[in-house]
């Protein structure tokens, strides 16, 4: 079982940015990959960025150029630096993981943390 937390969510300006951390805790060493998710009102939850155990990136295009997601192995945490922040990024941001279980790969969500972008 893995748990994540996820905080550095807040209300930022248009053009400002910000760091999300995810801190992973029990199983942590069963994880294959992790991401972040985010959804906002009215729409459906999406992929915004993923690392792999192996250190490979995607992002949604959305978001290609102006947001970067990392790790940090000793601190069993997951990064997400978002800059140049539109309004349009607006939306809970949800941590991700995906381990392996006794019979398939589980995934784990954090409570989700708030992004607003606003002037």
């Known amino acids: 079982q893995v748990q994540l937390v996820e905080s550095g969510g807040g209300l930022v300006q248009p053009g400002g940015s910000l760091r999300l951390s995810c801190a992973a805790s029990?199983?942590?060493?069963?994880?294959?990959?992790m991401g972040w998710y985010r959804q906002a009102p009215g729409k459906e939850r999406e992929l915004v960025a993923a690392?792999?155990?192996?250190?490979?990136?995607n992002y949604a295009d959305s978001v290609k150029g102006r947001f970067t997601i990392s790790r940090d192995n000793a601190k069993n945490t997951v990064y997400l630096q978002m800059n140049s922040l539109k309004p349009e990024d607006t939306a809970v941001y949800y941590c991700?993981?995906?381990?392996?279980?006794?019979?398939?790969?589980?995934?784990?969500w954090g409570q989700g943390t708030q992004v607003t972008v606003s002037s």
């Open positions: 029990g199983s942590i060493f069963s994880i294959k990959a």
């Open positions: 690392i792999t155990s192996g250190g490979s990136t």
């Open positions: 991700n993981a995906d381990s392996v279980g006794p019979i398939a790969t589980m995934r784990s």
